[in-house]
């Protein structure tokens, strides 16, 4: 098992690398085809100033001596200096971004996942009672809502009229509504599927068994039920905590909170492709790391599934 | 005291197309060590009279009449303190299919352990030296092994073994064993079903025995109820069942056994027709609209149960009407058939 279990982890440590590569491979390919340069503005620059610029950010060498320098980098996690933040590195920038946007990321996601997971529990065991059906309606609300539309409501009456919360996210306190408007969908999403998934898991043949050996019913439902219901929810979780962490352009703009997917609108809107190339990288690395325990964590869920 | 008396026990499911009277008035009662057999066609209401004994029954379906009395003591209506104290340590149950019927994501022993030590006050090392003993008991090899798998690392035969061991561990009173070995294939079958006989006798319990199969019946029961449309069509001691059938499901179920020990190129007789629709009970016997013999009256109003011989009652009113003509019948003050005159019960009023 142990064996098995190492070799389990290096095939996928080398898939895993091998997906980054060929991230890196088609994001610097996609930056470089682009028209736009980094150095283009309203106000005509010189050639030489161009040339001199190009030659400090060493885009004036061939394409492939770029790519080589590129990856040399990141195997020093150097992911280059930004043209369009004059003496910042792109590392810097994205630790910086990140260290807003993991919080409301992590925030939200624990929020959803526990929230959903209570909520999704208590509907399906009170399926067709007054409360699953007020929580139904809730959540095919949220589900159907999007962010932009939530986040600028709960700016408007709970940051503009009730004043309740600051509405900058650098401002104390002002996390509170971002991570609030970013929790709702996953949270009603994952409330969904814990219900289904527990509906479909109290039906099945060994809940009777459980009962039938004289369980407390909270012992039939929190042992032997969730533990089989969880499966599903893992395998949204992943993906889910991967997409929240990274930050949301459009709640982080709404917000003015200066994370990660902020960063990454304005690197756009300014052509600065170092910090695009490198938050595409970041992205792709967190999410085959999410990937990874959520694989993990399925096996010790369900001692059925065969890590191959 | 009788171990359990089941009185006109009715349960029903309350579904969105109106009520499914899937049990409808079922009495039997059981004594200590005995083999019980319920015999009859899928959606006859064997499985929900065990389930409701036992009070496991899901949403839609309730216990909506009648008694159901362990050792004297009320089950119906009882709290579900009193009922979960019965369950798995008194009153047991294995299932028809032993593929889904443990958890999945739990060991045999975590799960063996759980129902132990919920009704003995073993601890740890001594539950788990108790499943080990049940493991050996119910023939499993290499049980410390087994102790450590889970659920889909056993095969068929060997997971109903672990449900017996599981139902066997606390030694109940009545083991109910819902068509345990109908989703597995003929040789587990027989294996099982030698299993069950073996431990009946090693450790003296009484088995409720619900199958559709009549062969499983003859070899393993001492009483057998036929039941059908949630009602006992004819009960008595398996001698007087088999060779003595009264009740014309009864005759027509046997006639569709084949005879291996027949030589003769014999035609085997199904029952024609399908099975009743429970939303849309006929008014008389529910059998009625399928008997080759059904006489107006059947279709009209539900035979009452007579004894028809010592040991042996059946709800039909061919025998009722077989009485009248041969002047055996007896009747109540008000004229109401009650039994058939040879047909003395035993002392004490015995009714099956």
Redesign the interface.
Known sequence: MSAKFTGYLLRRFGMALLTIFLVIVITFATMHAIPASPFSSEKAKSDATIAALEAKYGFDKPLPVQFLNYIKGIARFDFGLSTAWVGSTVFGLIRNGFSYSAIIGLCAAVLALLLGLVLGSVSALN?GGIIDQVIQVITIALVSMPSFVLATLFLLFFGLRLKWFPTLGTQPGGLFLPILSLALYPMAYTTRLQRSSMLDVL????I?????????WYKVVFK?AL??ALIPIVTYAGPMMANILVGSMVVENIFSVPGLGRLFVNSMLRTDYMIIMGITIFLAILIVLMNFLCDILYKV????IQLS | MRLLEVENLRTSFFTPAGEVKAVDGVSFSLDHGKVLGIVGESGSGKSVTAYSILQILTQPGRIVGGSVRFRGKELVGAPESEIRAIRGNKISIIFQDPMTSLTPVYTIENQLVEAISLHTDRNKRQSRDRALEMLQLVGINDPEKRLKQYAHELSGGMRQRVMIAMALACEPDILIADEPTTALDVTIQAQILELMDRLQKQLGMAIIMITHDLGVIANLCDEVIVMYAGRAAERGIAREIFYNPKHEYTKGLLRSIPNIENDEKEQLVPISGTPVDLLNLPGGCAFAPRCDHAMKICLREHPREISVAQYHLSSCWRNVEEGIRTGMLETDETGEPIRIREAIPAEGGRTL
């Open positions: 399926r039906g099945q043949d060994f009777r068994t459980a009962r039938a050996k004289g369980l407390h032997h533990k089989c869920i369900d001692p059925r």
